[in-house]
């Protein structure tokens, strides 16, 4: 007896669509399930035994044999013990192998028969949408994230017996509503709500308006942390793709609780102690790391010099490429890890270099041995470095409100519909993404300007890259400023916002 259902599993942040060979024979009772399972798939043999028999159906003797197609990906999770279930019955007689055609079924199965839900729901339905399918069977907690997906039927059984009553049409099974989806963003923090800090506001809003790596420089207690969680209140909302991209990456991480998408850029902020793994992605089969969960928003690394030095080499070429790879002996895999940097650190272990009221209890060897716990091509993919002093008194008092986060918003995204008009033609949508051909193409320099660079270039034996960056920035200022051409005004600002951290 021999039976066929269609489930699904992931594989890195994408979905696979899984056929499920049930076939039942004559011999010595058992039950094995190949097809390159992993150890989480093949304990399903236990679960999907005592969840047919604890619903009141009974489990196929014989020789049982369960294929997992293709039998070359690798198999993870637990949403295969649904399909699996529903194949035994199938294949036993207990249910018509009609009613499995054109469906996929995910969860897994509790002893007593209740199903569960399974992270990556959504890229599964994704992958199952593309491949054909519209009709799914899920876990009740699950279908709201399903029906993000559009033009599909999404059934929630909370049993296998109600599930399998309703195949025997003993029952009826409504398909799940999909509920108004949210698209406001309300943020609990704002701009307005810090003190003085002008230069430090400046330089995220052109952090902001580009996309640019930043890094805040300061003495403890100067607002930098204070700074760097109301960053994503001035970054433009993501558009649908964007966030259901993002979406989907927090499903497959097991993250993702809410019933609507996501459209809150993310805000990443690791402990100094992150391992490399836990930054770039890891494990046997790997999962996303934060660079990925921090994917179209931003990661906030605080006390950068106390992360280790061989985690943050990791960052390099993640910043450049906007994305990650990884090989492991199963596959290799490509995470995308599009992000803003945003970095902040003390001048000096003591936290006082160059304060004018507290005095620097650090020695030269102190400082230097800090400063060089970041390495130079990692600052030179930074492009903004900006000092955060510690605000006065009067600062701190004022009852002058500051701008708030929508004011700058909208300069901010202003400045990015005049980016993504200008790199249409190479579908960019910031100047960040640009590389020296784009910039040739469109940051035409003045005479002045050119002669400004050349002076800036010798002077600070600058690297390409940071020839590169500079420019960026200044096309980016120029931009938040209406103008067509970059002016020596917005160089000189620029080259301002270049390397600060002491190297004695």
């Not at 420089?217 to 993002?246: D, Q, W, Y």
């Not at 930054?279 to 790997?286: E, M």
Request: glycine share 8%.
């Amino acid at each position: 007896m021999f039976s066929q259902v269609s489930g699904a599993t992931t594989l890195g942040i994408n979905g696979h669509v899984i056929t499920v060979e049930v076939d039942i024979s004559r011999g010595v009772t058992g039950f094995n399930i190949v097809g390159l399972a992993a150890a989480s798939v093949r304990e399903a043999k236990e679960r999907v035994r005592a969840a047919i028999q604890n619903s009141g159906y009974q489990f196929p003797l014989g020789k049982v044999t369960v294929n997992l197609a293709p039998a070359d990906l690798k198999k993870d999770g637990s949403g295969l013990d649904l399909p699996i279930a529903i194949g035994l019955l199938a294949a036993s007689g207990q249910i018509s192998g009609q009613c499995l055609q054109g469906r996929i079924f995910i969860g897994e199965l509790s002893l007593q028969g209740r199903i569960r839900p399974v992270p990556g729901v959504l890229s599964m339905v994704l992958a199952a949408r593309q491949a054909g399918f519209s009709i799914f069977i899920m876990a009740p907690s699950s279908a709201p994230e399903a029906l993000l997906c559009e033009q599909i039927q999404v059934f929630a059984p909370q049993t296998l017996r109600e599930l399998v009553e309703a195949m025997l049409e003993h029952a009826a099974l409504h398909p799940e509503i999909r509920r108004e989806e949210k698209k406001s963003v309300t943020y609990a923090v704002d701009f307005s709500e810090v003190q003085g800090q002008q230069l430090a506001k400046r330089a995220m809003e052109i952090a902001a308006a580009g996309a640019h790596n930043l890094l805040m420089i300061g003495p403890p207690g100067s607002g930098k942390t204070m700074l760097a969680r109301r960053i994503t209140t001035i970054l433009p909302p993501m558009n649908r793709e964007e966030a259901l991209e993002v979406t989907k990456i927090y499903s497959v991480a097991g993250l993702f609780k809410a019933e609507h998408i996501i459209r809150e850029r993310p805000f990443r902020s690791p402990h100094h102690t992150i391992s490399m793994a836990g930054l770039t992605g890891g494990g046997s089969i790997p999962r996303p790391g934060e660079v990925t969960l921090a994917h179209y928003g931003v990661l906030f690394l605080d006390e950068l010099p106390e992360f280790p030095r061989s985690v943050l080499e990791g960052l390099r070429q993640p910043m450049e490429d906007g994305e990650v790879h990884i090989a492991r002996v199963n596959a290799a895999f490509t995470y995308p890890a599009d992000f803003m940097l945003v970095a902040a650190m003390n001048p000096c272990p003591c936290g006082y270099l160059g304060d004018p009221d507290h005095a620097c209890s650090c020695t030269d060897g102190e400082i230097r041995r800090y400063a060089r716990k970041i390495s130079g091509p990692l600052l030179d993919r930074i492009d903004l470095h900006v000092s955060v002093a510690r605000p006065r008194y009067q600062e701190l008092t004022s009852q002058k409100k500051g701008e708030t986060s929508r004011e700058i918003a909208a300069r901010v995204a202003a400045a990015r519909k005049i980016q993504r008009e200008r790199l249409r033609k190479w579908h960019m949508q910031n100047n960040a993404q640009m590389g020296h051909r784009q910039i040739k193409e469109t940051c035409i320099l003045q005479e002045k300007g050119k002669k400004i660079l050349k002076d800036i270039f010798d002077k600070l034996h600058l690297s390409a890259r940071s020839y590169d960056r500079i420019i960026k920035v200044s096309r980016t200022i120029a931009d938040l400023e209406g103008a067509e051409q970059i002016e020596p005004e917005h160089i000189i600002e620029a080259i301002s916002y270049r390397s600060r951290v002491t190297r004695r």
